[in-house]
């Protein structure tokens, strides 16, 4: 095996044009296939910047001839040699108008066959992918990813830097404040019986620097929450975490649209326009059944409760009576790709979000069939297609519940898979939205009582201030989330800055005045110094790459991912302690049998 003494690379191989043609270089990488024409071998040469072809010919020396052929698919190897003007040239590739005549060659490494072809693309199953993770980190399309997540760091490092924004550490053992998801804890062991928690975010830190005057804080910060994954969620995650003292909803929003417009232009050419609309969150559960809508295609949701109300058709009157609704969406001009089996596969999709069943009128070359109109009079049907706005050539796709959030959660999610299923989802096309004007409590059915829907510190609109503790259910937050195509990208508020007003807001959440001031009181008796009026965001790190990237999971924009039970199946992780190291932490535990990881 050779080595790398007196060798020094000069280019990487993704780098080279025609008008590089008479250069010496040097170029070091795997091999991706090797080609052995008998007087003649090519071999394509790879690393993160792409291929170049090496060239071996009858003039080349015998023993470099004889170990190029010796070559298989990913040895690593370093080269030598004169650039020139290929005689088959290729569009595939960018350097392929040009090869490598190797007069120098070296075998740094052999390699065992991998498990899976090392291309883009790649259709290997996804979990012998992640556990074998550092060969599928080198194929182009994962890298491609990787190196885009390092540009939008720097990128917003540099504009926030512009901002005058300063980066600053926040700790990462910190005070468990249970208050939503579940921390990931850390055993003390100078403390026997105590313990650290990991930070979900930099939350409380960050509002105590603005209280410590440092007016504009940011930092990639790196968070963990110990909640069940999908495709948008992992157990640690990264952030884009942002504060500014003295600044209002407004002046948090230009900052972020400027941030958006400047990312997507060096990245990806995209020019974004801005200000970005504005929706307020009733606004879009009503229109769209979701707060975070995707806005590349239609199929609004409308109400037509006060149609049905009064019908003799209980699977519509019903749920209006029981303080429900009923909504429908009109998936205009396609009533043609939605045959009736498709539509029952619909049904069974809104059943999924805990939908009763699914309602329709279909409407093609002037024939209607409709699974509800026999039980309804003219006019009410005529009332329905009329709210629809619907011609011929329309699907009316009709839900209602009992509970307003089952309606919105299945028409929500079924006019998506509609638009995915008619192929009307275009990863190049960035619709950004404010939704604004949150709620400030959510009823949590399993805690029996209200929680804050974002978190304790955000500030209630200051027309709701007097329904913070008497009207929950219609108190507003001065919360904001960013949203592009459908995914929340980041989300913020204005903080909450005067001593009363927190107060208030924990006795909301039915805390005593003890319990705030054992879980919070480090941030209680900071705002009696004097708190200046602040807000901010944090970005998902990982979601901004999945779409900047056009991957479909945010596992391919992390180098090191977890699957579906929050394990790593490369290094095993999570995995069982010596005695030993749990007799330190004054630990004991109790084993239990676990399912294999799922991808």
Known sequence: MDNLQNF???????????????????????????????????????????????????????????????????YVIAATGLVRERESKTNKIPTGDVEIYVTELRLLAKAD??????????????????????????????????????????????????QGFLEIETPMLTKSTPEGARDYLVPSRVHPGKFYALPQSPQQYKQLLMLSGFDRYMQIARCFRDEDLRADRQPEFTQIDLEMSFVNEDDVMAIQEGFLKRVFKEVLDVDVQTPFLRMPWREAMDRFGSDKPDLRFGFEIKDIS???????????????????????INVDGHAADFP??????????????KAKGLAWTRMVDG?????????????????????????????????????????????????????????LLDPKDFKFLWVT?????????????????????????????????????????????????????????IRISVPETQQAMFRALGFTDEDAQERFGHLINAFKFG???????????????????????????IAFPKVQNASEPMTN???????????????????????????
């Not at 011929?392 to 299923?421: N, T």
């Open 8 to 74: 020094h690379r000069t280019n990487y191989c993704g780098d080279f044009r025609m008008a590089d043609a008479g250069k010496t270089v040097s170029v070091c990488g795997w091999v991706q296939r090797q080609r052995d024409l008998g007087g003649l071998i090519f071999v394509d040469l790879r690393d993160r910047t792409g291929l170049v072809q090496l060239s071996f010919d009858d003039s080349t020396d015998k023993a470099i001839f004889d170990k190029a052929a010796s070559l298989r698919a990913e």
């Open 113 to 162: 066959t991998p498990p899976f072809e090392i291309v883009e693309d790649s259709k290997a199953n996804d979990m012998l992918r992640l556990k074998y993770r550092y060969l599928d980190l080198r194929r182009p399309d994962m890298q491609h990813a990787i190196a885009t997540r390092h540009r939008i760091t720097k990128i917003a490092r540099d504009y926030f830097d512009e």
């Open 306 to 328: 006060d149609i049905v109300k009064d019908c003799g058709f209980g699977v519509f009157s019903g749920p209006v009576a029981e303080g429900g609704s009923v909504r429908l």
């Open 340 to 353: 009736r089996k498709k539509i029952d596969k619909l049904a069974d999709f809104v059943k999924t979000y």
């Open 367 to 423: 024939q209607m069939t409709s699974s509800y109109q026999k039980f309804l009079t003219e006019e009410e049907n005529k009332a329905i297609l009329e709210r629809a706005g619907a011609k011929d050539g329309d699907l009316v796709l009709i839900v209602g519940d009992a509970k307003d959030e089952v309606v919105f959660a299945a028409l929500g999610a079924l006019r998506c898979e509609c638009a995915k299923q008619l192929g």
């Open 437 to 493: 004007e949150f709620p400030m409590f959510e009823y949590s059915e399993e805690e029996g009582r209200y929680v804050a829907m974002h978190h304790p510190f955000t500030a209630p609109m200051d027309e709701d201030l007097d329904k913070l503790e008497t009207d929950k259910k219609n108190c507003r937050a001065k919360a904001y989330d960013i949203v592009l195509n459908g995914t929340e990208l980041g989300g913020g508020s």
């Open 531 to 557: 708190a200046p009026p602040h807000g901010g965001l944090a970005y998902g790190l990982d979601r901004l790459c999945m779409l900047m990237a056009g991957a479909e999971s945010i596992r391919d924009v």
């Open 573 to 599: 992780c999570p995995d069982f302690v010596e005695d030993k190291q749990l007799d330190d932490l004054s630990i004991a535990v109790t084993r239990k049998e676990q399912d294999e990881p799922e991808a």
